[in-house]
């Protein structure tokens, strides 16, 4: 069998399992008694099936917001709408908030995409690579003269969101097993990461923390951080301001020392 009529056979059988296409069944024996369809249909049924327990191990809490009906609802319209084009299943649900937010009933109620778009950037901050923490023995070590041209790095795990509802607040009750409030709108802004104990960690910041780490995102010194806590501050301490955000973030494990 060639290389060719190997690669028709394998796209002739996505096309089966992606879209019904039945040309593959003329290429399936039957065997013990069990027609050609039913195989197809067994085979069919644990893929779909696996592509399910792949988004309900990502978002448990999302399906429980959901339910059972309407998840199995969400699962089939996003695997006839985003088929697998990985070897791997990590990835597969990553357009999920996409598709949330688009197909009906789900973009009515835009806290359902935000609480998928959150459950994948704890999965994101978890898996991140690793990388050396910065400490304050090290902060220590640094002569004076160059703390105003410091440029600190966050680690790899960092992430950084803003939800226009109580998404997080949302996720959290559900995850005590809690009722959660009613969707409100509620801007705010989440940073989350994997702390020094491999556990992923988030918590709310301010519009000023926000703008400081924007700032570093953005390869700015530490004197740049100065200067915007200085034009929103300016009657206060800026120096140990900046060196308290410095220190928590330290403390955090949010920066690397790469």
């Given at each position: 069998?060639?290389?060719?009529?190997?690669?028709?056979?394998?796209?002739q059988?996505?096309?089966?399992?992606?879209?019904?296409?039945?040309?593959?069944?003329?290429h399936?024996?039957?065997?013990?008694?069990?027609?050609?369809?039913?195989?197809?249909?067994?085979y069919?049924?644990?893929y779909?099936?696996?592509?399910?327990?792949t988004i309900?191990?990502?978002?448990q809490?999302?399906?429980?917001y959901?339910?059972?009906?309407?998840?199995d609802?969400?699962?089939?319209?996003y695997?006839?709408?985003?088929?697998?084009?990985?070897?791997?299943?990590?990835?597969?649900?990553?357009?999920?908030?996409?598709?949330?937010?688009?197909?009906?009933?789900?973009?009515d109620?835009?806290l359902?995409s935000?609480?998928?778009?959150f459950?994948?950037?704890?999965m994101?901050?978890?898996?991140?690579k690793d990388?050396?923490?910065y400490?304050?023995?090290?902060?220590?070590?640094?002569p004076h003269?160059?703390?105003p041209?410091?440029?600190?790095?966050?680690?790899?795990?960092?992430?950084?969101a803003?939800?226009?509802?109580?998404?997080?607040e949302?996720w959290?009750?559900?995850?005590?097993?809690q009722a959660?409030?009613p969707?409100?709108?509620?801007?705010?802004?989440w940073?989350?990461?994997?702390n020094?104990?491999?556990?992923t960690?988030f918590?709310s910041?301010?519009?000023?923390?926000?703008?400081?780490?924007?700032?570093?995102?953005?390869?700015?010194?530490?004197?740049?951080?100065?200067?915007s806590?200085?034009?929103?501050?300016?009657?206060e301490d800026?120096?140990?301001?900046?060196?308290?955000?410095?220190?928590?973030w330290?403390?955090?494990?949010?920066?690397?020392?790469?």
């Open positions: 069998m060639s290389k060719l009529s190997l690669h028709s056979l394998q796209q059988m996505i096309n089966y399992l992606t879209d019904d296409k039945p040309e593959i069944a003329q399936v024996a039957e065997h013990g008694g069990i027609s050609r369809e039913a195989r197809l249909h067994i069919k049924n644990a779909q099936m696996r592509f399910k327990e309900d191990n990502d978002h809490i999302l399906g429980m959901l339910g059972d009906d309407l998840f609802q969400m699962v089939s319209g695997i006839k709408a985003y088929p697998s084009n990985k070897t791997s299943l990590r990835h597969f649900a990553d357009s999920l908030p996409m598709f949330l937010a688009n197909q009906t009933p789900f973009k109620y835009p359902i935000e609480l998928a778009h459950e994948r950037l704890l994101v901050a978890f898996d991140a990388a050396n923490r400490t304050r023995e090290r902060l220590l070590e640094i003269e160059q703390w041209s410091l440029v600190f790095r966050f680690h790899p795990s960092v992430q950084i803003m939800f226009n509802f109580n998404t997080v949302t959290q009750a559900l995850k005590q097993e959660p409030e969707a409100k709108q509620t801007a705010n802004i940073l989350l990461w994997r020094n104990e491999r556990l960690q918590r910041i301010s519009q000023q923390e926000h703008n400081l780490l924007n700032l570093m995102l953005n390869g700015h010194d530490f004197a740049s951080l100065c200067d806590l200085l034009s929103q501050n300016p009657n800026i120096s140990q301001l900046a060196l308290n955000y410095l220190l928590s330290i403390d955090d494990g949010i920066l690397s020392s790469h």
